[in-house]
């Protein structure tokens, strides 16, 4: 096995072996988190690969920890949101952001204004759901996002 393909296979692994990233999700949400936690894992191994052994393995200690506190985030913010008169969490929003930048490096940019306050003003609608929560949130942060 290349070093690529055994550091792709210990991320992966990881994520998968972690069961409080996901802990207060139900199956489909969890999976859609898993799924984005998996795919970050895979591009930041991608990005190691020309590098020497020890320093690909420091720059993936740091992207991988970054992965899996961005998981915890979501996890945790998306539950409070659940919940009945739970407020946009500025403070956790911006944690997000912060590992986001860790994670996705230059391709990464912080969100304009508008972005946000679409992005609040989806996940306040009275038919939210975690999937559309993470779904929503995943494209803030990949720049994909729009008032759909």
Do not use: H
């Not at 799924?35 to 894992?41: H, L, P, Q, V």
């Not at 940019?109 to 306040?124: G, H, N, S, T, Y």
Request: charged content about 30%; overall charge negative; some cysteine.
């Amino acid at each position: 096995m290349d070093k690529i393909t055994q550091r792709k296979k210990e991320a992966v692994e990881s994520i998968l072996e972690n069961e409080s990233l996901t802990e207060d999700l139900d199956d489909q949400a969890a999976q859609l988190l898993i799924n984005w936690g998996i795919t970050c894992a895979e591009k930041s191994v991608l990005s190691s690969q020309m590098l020497d052994n020890e320093t690909a393995e420091e720059m993936l200690t740091i992207k991988l920890r970054a992965v899996r506190r961005l998981m915890r985030l979501v996890n945790k913010w998306g539950i409070k949101l659940s919940e009945k008169n739970s407020q946009f969490n500025f403070e956790m929003f911006s944690q997000i952001l912060g590992q986001a930048q860790i994670v996705y490096t230059d391709e990464f940019k912080v969100p304009d204004k508008f972005v946000q306050e679409a992005f609040l003003e989806k996940i306040i609608e009275p038919d939210f759901t975690m999937e559309q929560f993470i779904i929503n949130l995943r494209r803030v942060i990949e720049n994909q996002f729009n008032s759909i």
